[in-house]
């Protein structure tokens, strides 16, 4: 086979379906029209976020494969393979506890700075720094929590349960649907033990995002409305966390229901969201979860561009301004909705600055992004010669 980076887009959908597919399976097993799906092998229009999801998923990959972003499995890069073996040792080990290499064991409040060291190592999307970290919490705090009592264990419970959660988070990103539920499995067993309810619900978010990375968005929605629910709070008088929780909340279901082209309920989740930010106040941290006015204005230009409302994205942009102290991901993240909503409004050569900024701040993150790819391929309808240097710039194969 060719290099993967220089097929097409329909060559990479037809290669990953094989012969034992046909187009007619894929397009039942995607959810999506055979004539799609006849379109997208033959380089013929332009495939949705949501289309690409969906795709993904029933070829049982990544975005970022399709789009030549990233190589099938035995293709990927030798540091992120590294990385993933790592972070899947640590998450089985650890949860079957197989593993007695503790000669000098950490301290709580040691492991606890290590798992500090890991939230910021996820926020800077620097994989191989995080699954090193979370392979020493999990693994020495698993032992530790077989042994503790009292205050130690429940102290150790939300340690694990959070390290958890940023090895599944890791993991959905580099393509790894079945260790990112594997991970979060633990998470959500040791949030319950905790018995704390907002770790809980934020253990819960992550879920919601992982069905929706899955392109099944309809059960995102669902997890994210049922385990707010359960917190909803008083806005006279619920403790900041239970708001925090709520409104990120609040943001997976308005996300999720914009990706299924549901406006109305997408606006009404929104609205919440914005609430909860109100009443905060402030951005604030959690477990690891960033929420605030921040999140809320930032996630509202994602979702105007899910929805196709991409002068609104613009104009919700032009207003906002982001903090110093936004994570680096989240920035990003943010920066891509705007380069899409950009391409959209035929802003070609801002939407390739965008992307160059975000790939020049982010690389290790954006090559497992799969906005890239699609901002890439609307740019070079206008010019391939400036995507060629955009790929080169961030290191990232956007177009064959």
């Known amino acids: 086979m060719s290099n993967w980076a220089e097929l097409t887009t329909g060559g990479r959908i037809k290669h990953l379906r094989g012969s034992d597919l046909t187009q007619q399976g894929l397009a039942d097993a995607a959810g999506v029209s055979l004539a799609l799906v006849q379109k997208a092998e033959q380089g013929r229009g332009e495939l949705s976020v949501g289309s690409l999801l969906r795709l993904a998923h029933a070829l049982r990959t990544d975005v970022a494969v399709i789009l030549g972003q990233q190589a099938p499995r035995r293709g990927m890069r030798q540091d992120t393979r590294t990385a993933l073996r790592r972070l899947a040792d640590a998450v089985h080990d650890s949860a079957l506890g197989d593993w007695d290499g503790l000669d000098d064991p950490s301290t709580i409040a040691e492991l606890s700075a290590v798992h500090g060291r890991a939230c910021s190592a996820y926020w800077r999307g620097e994989y191989g720094a995080l699954s090193e970290l979370v392979a020493k919490v999990l693994l020495e705090g698993s032992v530790q929590y077989g042994?503790?009592?009292?205050?130690?264990?429940?102290?150790?419970?939300?340690?694990?349960?959070?390290?958890?959660?940023?090895?599944?988070?890791?993991?959905?990103?580099?393509?790894?649907?079945?260790?990112?539920?594997?991970?979060?499995?633990?998470?959500?067993?040791?949030?319950?033990?905790?018995?704390?309810?907002?770790?809980?619900?934020?253990?819960?978010?992550?879920?919601?995002?992982?069905?929706?990375?899955?392109?099944?968005?309809?059960?995102?929605?669902?997890?994210?409305?049922?385990?707010?629910?359960?917190?909803?709070?008083?806005?006279?008088?619920?403790?900041?966390?239970?708001?925090?929780?709520?409104?990120?909340?609040m943001t997976s279901a308005a996300v999720a229901a914009s990706r299924k082209g549901d406006a109305t309920a997408a606006n009404d989740y929104l609205s919440q969201a914005h609430a909860a930010a109100a009443r905060l106040g402030r951005d604030e941290s959690l477990h690891g979860t960033h929420f605030g006015p921040t999140a809320a204005t930032t996630e509202a230009v994602g979702i105007a561009v899910a929805l196709g409302d991409h002068g609104r994205a613009l104009r919700l942009a032009s207003r906002t301004e982001l903090p110093g102290s936004m994570p680096k991901l989240a920035r990003n993240r943010y920066k891509l909705d705007v380069a899409l909503a950009q391409c959209a409004a035929g802003l070609h050569d801002q939407a390739g600055d965008t992307l160059i900024e975000v790939g020049l701040d982010a690389p290790e993150w954006v090559r497992h992004q799969a906005l890239p790819g699609v901002i890439g391929q609307r740019l070079a309808k206008v010019s391939t010669a400036r995507v060629r240097t955009i790929s080169e710039l961030i290191g990232v194969p956007l177009i064959a």
């Open 147 to 249: 042994q503790a009592t009292g205050r130690d264990r429940e102290q150790l419970g939300s340690l694990l349960a959070g390290t958890y959660q940023f090895a599944s988070s890791a993991a959905i990103l580099l393509g790894q649907r079945d260790l990112a539920l594997s991970a979060l499995t633990s998470a959500r067993r040791l949030a319950t033990t905790s018995g704390d309810e907002v770790l809980v619900a934020l253990v819960e978010s992550t879920l919601s995002w992982i069905h929706l990375r899955s392109a099944k968005a309809a059960r995102a929605v669902t997890v994210a409305e049922r385990a707010a629910l359960r917190i909803e709070p008083s806005f006279s008088s619920s403790p900041r966390p239970q708001l925090l929780a709520f409104g990120r909340l």
